[in-house]
């Protein structure tokens, strides 16, 4: 069965769930990758995701630092900065969307990140996302990606020379004041190897109209029926505000405003969106695991209801 609600043309399965919506595109930049010592001009294929300690024991420039006291020798190295650069095009359905995004899913740690010559941003959290709106950046072909990572050991010496801060006895001193996985500065039961890079994916999103900033699920048994409530964020490419689903059926701001009037087609187009989503394949089989095999959802008033 297919049918069309003015913004999509679905098609209905035989377990009730959609095919055939529309999802955000998504490239990996994982590829031609490439690495030095800030300065020095002496490039070596690196690897995305990826360390600067394992670009430089898989191109044979450090020894293992697990080795003896190669540990003090790992140190020394990771007192420099290090700079990785790569180039890639943008496919060219991506660049007909309204909004294409720069998402770095992990960094290592303190970092300076650069697109065609533009600076993007400065990162100090390897435990968190970075994510840059590049629209207006990019080019179809050979884009220039450069991310400058400085060294860790040298922040936490200027910081803890500023203000004193101590922490764990086995560690190095001023650890406590980057937000980097602290066993990398030492503990009773490992060595001090203070890594950096580019650690988890790097990837180009491109979408039109908006799309889920987060989806949290709750549930509710009782009398062998499961009530599923989905709090939905969803981002919208024009002013890139963030919306959340209110239990009236509209959206609301983060400052708390509830939209009608002149944003209602907006507004249905991200409801059309949010019910694809709970209509979706991938969806459905999640829940079908867990025991649910029927489901019943009414987007317009919020209300959603599934029967084991």
Excluded at 208 to 213: I, M, V
């Amino acid at each position: 069965m297919e049918k069309s609600d003015g913004f999509f043309s679905e098609k209905q399965n035989d377990i009730g769930c959609r095919k055939g919506y529309e999802t955000m595109k998504h490239k990996l930049l994982h590829e031609n990758w490439q690495m030095t010592r800030r300065g020095a001009n002496d490039w070596i294929p690196a690897v995305v995701p990826g360390s600067v300690y394992g670009d430089l024991l898989a191109n044979g420039r450090m020894e293992d630092p697990y080795y003896r006291d190669n540990e003090l020798k790992a140190l020394e190295i990771i007192g420099d900065d290090f700079e990785y650069v790569t180039h890639f095009d943008v496919p060219e359905d991506f660049l007909k969307e309204e909004k294409l995004i720069l998402r770095f899913d992990g960094i290592d740690t303190i970092a300076d990140i650069m697109l065609n010559g533009t600076f993007l941003g400065h990162t100090e959290n390897m435990h968190r996302i970075f994510e840059y709106s590049v629209r207006e950046l990019l080019k179809p072909e050979d884009n220039e990606l450069r991310v400058l990572l400085f060294s860790p050991t040298r922040y936490l010496e200027q910081a803890y020379e500023k203000q004193p801060i101590e922490g764990s006895s086995d560690a190095m001193r001023g650890f406590p004041y980057l937000r980097k996985a602290h066993c990398m500065f030492g503990w009773d039961w490992g060595p001090r190897l203070p890594d950096a890079g580019i650690w988890r994916d790097v990837s180009l999103l491109a979408f039109t109209g908006a799309r889920f900033d987060s989806v949290y699920i709750t549930q509710e048994h009782h009398d062998g029926i499961v009530d599923l409530n989905f709090q939905i964020d969803l981002e919208e490419t024009f002013d890139s505000r963030t919306l959340r689903l209110t239990d009236q059926g509209c959206y609301q701001t983060a400052g708390g405003q509830l939209l009608y009037g002149a944003d209602a087609k907006t507004l249905l187009a991200h409801l059309i969106a949010t019910e694809h989503f709970l209509a979706s394949e991938k969806f459905c089989q999640a829940l079908k695991q867990q025991g649910i095999h029927r489901f019943q959802h009414y987007i317009r008033n919020k209300q959603y209801h599934r029967k084991r």
